[in-house]
């Protein structure tokens, strides 16, 4: 039995259907705003305050792993109702909320292990969804964008190890834009469009990243969104960023010469 905590966005179907093609058995803890999951007769919307209650069901379907997956939203902390676990643990959660998402994050894991259950890579039953180290598609980086590579991924690491920027923008050999809590949807959307395709958009975990709970992700949208600014092409971690729907990306960025390669 598998306990999968839920949030927004696509990736959690994705695992969904994974699992129950390999009929392996699991319920759903709805992390989501409006529950989303309302259709699926294994799944529980909880307040996450009600840490107790979460806690006792996940000892009533004899888990002892689970895995989160999809973006979940912080919690306004006025506003969770609370049970008496809720109570003893909300004081460390509402510390962590101040750090953010991801902190919020290492504090469920944590006392999820205390109670000893474990927190299992979100990409265990879909190890397609991430990508071995290669270039995925026909166009590939010319000399000047190999150099560019290498130096937009120094910049990034140099900025992802005091925040929470996953990802930057490099064009002619500049960084242009990077990413902001906002996601990098609206990072890309910020960036002045070029007649002429170059720039280089990389996306890598941040440093110190939970990789369990927090692989970067991408998708048709980021590839769709890239091309329209001019960008020629992505570059993500092998075996560690999330991409979905991963032949239509490679279609698509085959047709329109953008190059994706997993370092």
């Known amino acids: 039995m598998i306990g999968l905590f839920l949030g927004e ?91 953010g998402d991801a902190a919020i994050l290492k504090v469920l894991i944590k006392i999820l292990s205390e109670n000893k259950i474990k927190v299992i890579k979100l990409n ?19 000399l000047f964008e190999k150099e560019e590579i290498v130096k937009g991924i120094k910049e990034l690491k140099k900025i992802n190890s005091h925040n929470h920027t996953q990802a930057v923008i490099i064009r002619d050999n500049k960084i242009i834009s990077r990413e902001t809590r906002k996601g990098t949807k609206v990072m890309i959307k910020s960036v002045t469009k ?3 395709k170059k720039g280089i958009l990389i996306k890598l975990p941040k440093t110190k990243q939970d990789l369990r709970v927090d692989l970067p992700t991408i998708g048709i949208d980021t590839f769709k969104d890239c091309n329209e600014i001019g960008i020629k092409g992505i570059v993500i971690k092998s075996n560690q960023n999330i991409i979905l729907n991963k032949e239509a990306c490679i279609k698509y960025a085959n047709q329109n010469k953008l190059f994706l390669i997993a370092i």
Do not use: M, W
């Open 124 to 142: 265990t039953f879909n190890p397609e969804l991430t990508l071995k180290r290669g270039i995925y598609t026909k166009t590939r980086p010319t």
């Open 194 to 196: 070029s007649k002429i």
């Open 9 to 99: 966005k696509d990736l959690p179907n994705e695992i969904i259907e994974k699992i129950e093609k390999k009929k392996i058995k699991y319920f759903i803890i709805d992390l989501t705003k409006n529950n989303k999951f309302k259709k699926n007769k294994h799944s529980f919307f909880i307040n996450i305050g009600k840490f107790g209650e979460i806690l006792n069901l996940i000892k009533s379907q004899k888990c002892k792993k689970v895995i989160f997956a999809g973006n979940i939203v912080k919690p306004k902390i006025s506003k969770l109702k609370l049970d008496l676990r809720g109570l003893f643990y909300i004081p460390r959660i509402v510390k962590a909320s101040k750090k």
